[in-house]
């Protein structure tokens, strides 16, 4: 069993071989982590991007090929606005958003929250839900078992009707609801919150994409 040490040099080897962009948010390894910090080195020497989003031009920052100078306390800002910017220019992908996470899940436009078994069967589970399937043109339960869809084809965009034990319902997939809130947090929307140009913003978030 590896410790801590051990865990960090492992990892530091991986990024140095394997990574095509690492992103220092809001730390400075170069000053702070000196053991670990000859890794994003080695990683850049490899062909690697080295991003460092920091308030103050740290050193860290001097060894990076892109600086980002955020305001100090407005990084949620600018992840949202990343997203903005990865989801209208479709740099995502929706292939993975569908089998390894819960952006197909249903969640009720009237109350906001996850579609359950709870709610459309008498005594059913609360960790039972559900997406859209487009293949079948219906609601459908979500795997449980494994990640693998299968025949699946679950929707990341649309509202739907779902019956429930209170009546009809309209549901949504939570990708829908993450591309209506970032919707509001455009690179340009968000260079007062966090002094970044809208330039440099759509850079790191095509380099994430």
Same mark, same amino acid.
């Given at each position: 069993? !590896?410790?801590?040490?051990?865990? #960090?040099? *492992?990892?530091?080897?991986?990024?140095? *071989?394997?990574?095509?962009?690492?992103?220092? +948010?809001?730390?400075?390894?170069? @000053?702070?982590?000196?053991?670990?910090?000859?890794?994003?080195?080695?990683?850049?020497?490899h062909g690697a991007k080295v991003v460092t989003?920091?308030?103050?031009?740290?050193?860290?920052?001097?060894?990076?090929?892109? +600086?980002?100078?955020?305001?100090?306390?407005?990084?949620?800002? !600018?992840? /949202?606005?990343?997203?903005?910017?990865?989801?209208?220019?479709?740099?995502?992908?929706? %292939?993975? !958003?569908?089998?390894? &996470?819960?952006?197909?899940? /249903?969640?009720?436009?009237?109350? =906001?929250?996850?579609?359950? *078994?709870?709610? $459309?069967?008498?005594?059913?589970?609360?960790?039972?839900?559900?997406?859209?399937?487009? #293949?079948?043109?219906?609601?459908?339960? #979500?795997?449980?078992?494994?990640?693998?869809? =299968? $025949?699946?084809?679950? %929707?990341?965009?649309? *509202? @739907?009707?779902? &019956?429930t034990l209170q009546g009809t319902v309209k549901?949504?997939?939570?990708?829908?609801?993450?591309?209506?809130?970032?919707?509001?947090?455009?690179?340009?929307?968000?260079?007062?919150? &966090?002094?970044?140009?809208?330039? !440099?913003?759509?850079?790191?978030?095509?380099?994430?994409?």
């Amino acid at each position: 069993m !590896l410790d801590h040490a051990e865990q #960090a040099a *492992e990892l530091g080897n991986q990024a140095a *071989e394997h990574a095509e962009l690492i992103v220092i +948010w809001g730390g400075n390894p170069v @000053y702070t982590q000196i053991p670990n910090a000859h890794f994003f080195n080695e990683a850049r020497y490899h062909g690697a991007k080295v991003v460092t989003i920091a308030p103050d031009y740290n050193p860290s920052a001097v060894h990076a090929d892109l +600086w980002v100078p955020v305001k100090v306390g407005s990084d949620a800002a !600018l992840g /949202l606005s990343v997203a903005n910017v990865i989801l209208e220019e479709k740099l995502h992908d929706e %292939a993975f !958003l569908r089998e390894q &996470t819960d952006q197909p899940l /249903l969640v009720r436009r009237d109350n =906001g929250k996850f579609l359950r *078994e709870s709610d $459309r069967v008498r005594g059913g589970r609360d960790d039972v839900f559900y997406v859209y399937d487009t #293949a079948a043109r219906r609601v459908r339960e #979500a795997p449980k078992r494994s990640l693998k869809l =299968g $025949r699946i084809a679950p %929707a990341l965009d649309g *509202e @739907y009707d779902a &019956t429930t034990l209170q009546g009809t319902v309209k549901v949504t997939p939570a990708f829908t609801l993450l591309r209506e809130k970032v919707a509001a947090f455009s690179p340009e929307d968000t260079q007062p919150i &966090t002094g970044v140009p809208p330039v !440099l913003v759509r850079t790191l978030a095509r380099d994430i994409g």
